[in-house]
């Protein structure tokens, strides 16, 4: 499991220095925005640097029909990951489910509790090229009830690597050697939004050989944003640490985007522009 650690740790790095970052695109983490569509807003570039994404509870879905609208209009673009990236099929879950961890350490999808408004999984891939097998990302929006509620599922998150640092992710994939780290409020935590968590370890398909597993989740407000990555056989560790932080940035822009979205206060779609760290 140790060996994955650098490459943790790296890419929280960069989630970190895309929070710090004014917009500057000349330094080593300095990475062009994908272009903007033509009817996306200034709005976006609202957010002063050194302040955290967030999305108020006063500026978040009400309702469940709310909550649905905003996560199926929210933009996450596959080239917000990298180059090379495309839609999976199927492409969107249910937005009335969410992933639950059992007892067993199996993860299974199950209807929303009451404190969840909607839950959103969108799947992604890097296709397999050159010898290299294909990485597997997605990444998951869910609109909690309220702020407390989305602070609950932050910490039980925390604790499902405790309690199953081996799962099951369905019947031939399997995530071993788990390693978590969060780092709220804490001088070394991301500052991109409320607070945050990082999750490494192996994952193995089909009785196959391991390969890198990586996690994320923040919080903006009631919102609760996850990726994870299923890197592909055949690559240097350079290029999974690629795999990764380039997982990390793509998540700046899905930050970027929401709150741009609770700062505009009228369920603006635009994608996000250069802001504060967004895509750095």
């Not at 890419?11 to 004014?22: D, I, P, R, T």
């Not at 033509?38 to 009400?62: F, H, I, K, M, V």
């Not at 909607?118 to 990302?137: C, F, I, Q």
């Not at 369920?267 to 996000?272: F, I, Q, S, V, Y």
Request: proline share 6%; glycine share 10%.
């Amino acid at each position: 499991m140790a060996e994955w650690r650098p490459v943790l740790a790296a890419a929280a790095g960069v989630l970190l220095l895309a929070g710090c970052s004014s917009g500057s695109d000349d330094g080593p983490e300095a990475r062009k925005t994908p272009e903007k569509s033509a009817g996306a807003s200034p709005s976006a570039s609202a957010t002063p640097a050194n302040e955290p994404y967030t999305l108020a509870q006063d500026r978040a879905p009400r309702t469940r029909a709310e909550a649905v609208q905003f996560v199926s209009e929210l933009t996450v673009r596959p080239d917000y990951f990298g180059t090379g990236y495309r839609k999976r099929d199927p492409f969107e879950s249910d937005p009335a489910e969410w992933a639950v961890l059992g007892e067993d350490c199996l993860w299974r999808r199950e209807a929303l509790p009451g404190t969840v408004l909607a839950s959103l999984t969108r799947a992604y891939e890097l296709p397999a090229k050159g010898g290299k097998g294909p990485v597997y990302l997605s990444l998951t929006v869910t609109v909690h009830q309220d702020v407390v509620a989305a602070r609950r599922d932050m910490a039980g998150s925390l604790e499902e690597a405790l309690r199953c640092p081996g799962q099951r992710l369905n019947a031939t994939d399997r995530v071993l050697g788990l390693f978590s780290r969060a780092d709220a409020f804490a001088d070394g935590r991301s500052v991109i939004s409320d607070d945050d968590l990082t999750e490494s370890g192996t994952w193995i398909a089909d009785g196959g050989r391991a390969h890198p597993f990586d996690w994320y989740k923040f919080r903006m407000g009631p919102v609760t944003v996850a990726a994870t990555a299923r890197h592909g056989a055949g690559r240097t560790e350079a290029e999974d640490s690629t795999v990764t932080t380039d997982m990390g940035k793509g998540m700046t822009f899905v930050a970027a985007s929401i709150d741009s979205r609770g700062r505009a206060g009228d369920g603006a779609t635009a994608e996000p522009t250069v802001t504060k760290g967004a895509g750095q």
